[in-house]
T-cell receptor, first 115, second 110 residues
Framework: KAGVTQTPRYLIKTRGQQVTLSCSPISGHRSVSWYQQTPGQGLQFLFEYFSETQRNKGNFPGRFSGRQFSNSRSEMNVSTLELGDSALYLC??????????????FGSGTRLTVV | KQEVTQIPAALSVPEGENLVLNCSFTDSAIYNLQWFRQDPGKGLTSLLL?????REQTSGRLNASLDKSSGRSTLYIAASQPGDSATYLCADQGAQKLVFGQGTRLTINP
């Protein structure tokens, strides 16, 4: 059974550009969450989607947005990139809203570097 | 607002030792608690999940406990091996998101 797939694995962008990251959850999973990981702030929640609806959003500026498609695949978009957006972006999937007894399974992440 | 703390931030022990990693949380109304490991530059691998109604879970050499009254969870690793070297993170499945501790970076010395 395939795991959570994130593409691309690595990305280098210039300040001011925008970027789109992709996450394909485990087959049958309807919940997709996004997290940002930096050395200083650790893991911070960005947003969660369940059945194409955003259920929860973290404390990030409006430059960070996302969506979920009918096949549960999700994309995250960051516009007007800043140097501080350099981070490992992790996606997690779950069959249930709120994780439940299954919990969350994470992908390998996308390493974004903004120069 | 749930806050999760992991102390110490780093731990180094010789191979073969049994060890305990600690996780503290401020809100006893914890939902479920999940332990992960992360290898450098990689994603998170789920180790154990303890539901709020449970006291402990075991998988191989790993045992995780949950004490909601004291706001603590522990991850016990038996007979540690160099391959156990990684960062270990605990997280509360709060209101539709995971709230993470900062992690404990574990090094097992051969």
């Amino acid at each position: 059974k395939a795991g959570v797939t994130q593409t691309p694995r690595y990305l280098i962008k210039t300040r001011g550009q925008q970027v789109t990251l992709s996450c394909s959850p485990i087959s049958g999973h309807r919940s997709v969450s996004w997290y940002q990981q930096t050395p200083g702030q650790g893991l911070q929640f960005l947003f969660e989607y369940f059945s194409e609806t955003q259920r929860n959003k973290g404390n990030f500026p409006g430059r960070f947005s996302g969506r979920q498609f009918s096949n549960s695949r999700s994309e995250m978009n960051v516009s007007t990139l800043e140097l501080g957006d350099s981070a490992l972006y992790l996606c997690a999937s779950s069959p249930y809203d709120r994780g439940g007894a299954y919990g969350y399974t994470f992908g390998s992440g996308t390493r974004l570097t903004v120069v | 607002k749930q806050e999760v703390t992991q102390i110490p931030a780093a731990l180094s022990v010789p191979e073969g030792e049994n060890l305990v990693l600690n996780c503290s949380f401020t809100d006893s109304a914890i939902y479920n608690l999940q332990w992960f490991r992360q290898d450098p530059g990689k994603g998170l691998t789920s180790l154990l999940l303890i539901q709020s109604s449970q006291r402990e879970q075991t998988s191989g050499r790993l045992n995780a406990s949950l004490d909601k009254s004291s706001g603590r969870s522990t991850l016990y690793i038996a007979a540690s091996q160099p391959g156990d070297s990684a960062t270990y993170l605990c997280a509360d499945q709060g209101a539709q998101k995971l709230v993470f501790g900062q992690g404990t970076r574990l090094t097992i010395n051969p």
